[in-house]
């Protein structure tokens, strides 16, 4: 994770930040980037062959518990 991004959220912070994604995802107001800066996200996407109902059920089963590896989370 870059050094200079915000990692020091409150586990609540984290969860309201997911409702909002997961809320976007459900109602389709979201796009997975795949421009030039972001060749990750196309080999994954291509790596395991995910169709947009795929890369939906993946992104809503992120929880706050996977971010607690990436940052200084505070119950």
């Known amino acids: 994770m870059n050094q ?3 990692q020091n959220y409150t586990w609540e912070q984290i969860n309201e930040i ?10 389709g107001r979201f796009i997975i980037s ?7 996200n196309i080999d994954f996407i291509n790596e395991y062959n995910l169709n947009s109902r795929r890369q ?3 992104l809503l089963k992120i929880k706050t518990e ?3 590896i990436h ?5």
């Open 4 to 6: 200079h991004y915000n």
């Open 18 to 27: 997911l409702a909002m994604i997961h809320d976007c995802i459900r109602e």
């Open 34 to 40: 795949k421009n030039e800066n972001r060749q990750e």
């Open 56 to 58: 939906n059920e993946i």
């Open 66 to 68: 996977d971010f607690a």
């Open 71 to 75: 940052c200084k989370i505070r119950k």
